[in-house]
């Protein structure tokens, strides 16, 4: 089955900078790749995808790079800001809804004001 | 986006008794739906995947006859925790598919055994 496997666990970094979260896959079937937030307590919000059919993908202060050749994919957070404290989660499927997704470790991301 | 309840958001019961989690999906019809449990500081274990009108599929060390799913409609999906025991306390989260094959997630039912 699917392993994914995320990096760092913990990341804190100064408001304003940028923050990277890594992560990389076992199955080379899987095509469909979502970034959850999750804030304490709450449910995991998704915040952006990518298909295995594009590189790169943007959302205002949120991208996600994709390398099928190397299995792996990276979140990037620029400008960031307090609100964005939470723990983030790579994910990993067959792009199709009847998959469930297999899920990294998290990453603690802390944005010190 | 699209909508997922679960209820109870929290429960507190005696071991030994059982608990029935709902979760539901407002305003669209999931044919799939997936139940995690996560612990503090810890990812989602998938348990178990909940396909309408048919048997759930369970996760490797899951007991399906303590972890109870049901999918009876497509817009309902519930797991009953049976016989339930300290070891039992946790946080599960349900998610479903969307017809874009989005997958949201519920709140969560924080479930402590005492």
């Known amino acids: 089955g699917e392993n994914v496997e995320q990096h760092p666990s913990t990341l804190s970094v100064q408001e304003g900078d940028s923050a990277v979260i890594k992560c990389t896959y076992s199955?080379?079937?899987?095509?469909?790749f979502p970034w959850y937030k999750q804030e304490l307590g709450k449910r995991p919000q998704l915040i952006i995808d990518?298909?295995?059919?594009?590189g790169e993908k943007k959302d205002q202060r949120i991208a996600v790079t994709l390398n099928k050749t190397a299995k792996h994919f990276s979140l990037h957070i620029t400008e960031t800001q307090p609100e964005d404290s939470a723990v983030y989660f790579c994910?990993?499927?067959?792009?199709?809804?009847?998959?469930?997704?297999?899920f990294g470790s998290g990453t603690r991301l802390q944005v010190q004001p | 986006g699209a909508v997922v309840s679960q209820h109870p958001s929290r429960v507190i019961c005696k071991s030994g008794t059982s608990v029935k989690i709902e979760c539901r999906s407002l305003?669209?019809?999931?044919?799939?739906m997936f139940w995690y449990r996560q612990f503090p500081k810890q990812s989602l274990m998938l348990m178990a995947t909940?396909?309408?009108?048919?048997?759930?599929?369970?996760e490797q060390g899951v007991e399906k006859d303590k972890f109870l799913i049901n999918h009876a409609s497509l817009t309902l999906s519930t797991l009953t925790v049976t016989s339930a025991h300290p070891e039992d306390s946790s946080f599960y989260i349900c998610?479903?598919?969307?017809?874009?094959?989005?997958?949201?997630f519920g709140p969560g039912t924080r479930l402590t055994v005492l």
């Open positions: 998610s479903a598919s969307s017809p874009g094959d989005t997958q949201y």
């Open positions: 199955d080379s079937a899987s095509n469909y």
């Open positions: 990518i298909r295995s059919n594009v």
């Open positions: 994910a990993a499927r067959l792009d199709t809804g009847r998959r469930a997704l297999t």
């Open positions: 305003d669209f019809q999931a044919t799939t």
């Open positions: 909940s396909n309408e009108g048919s048997k759930a599929t369970y």
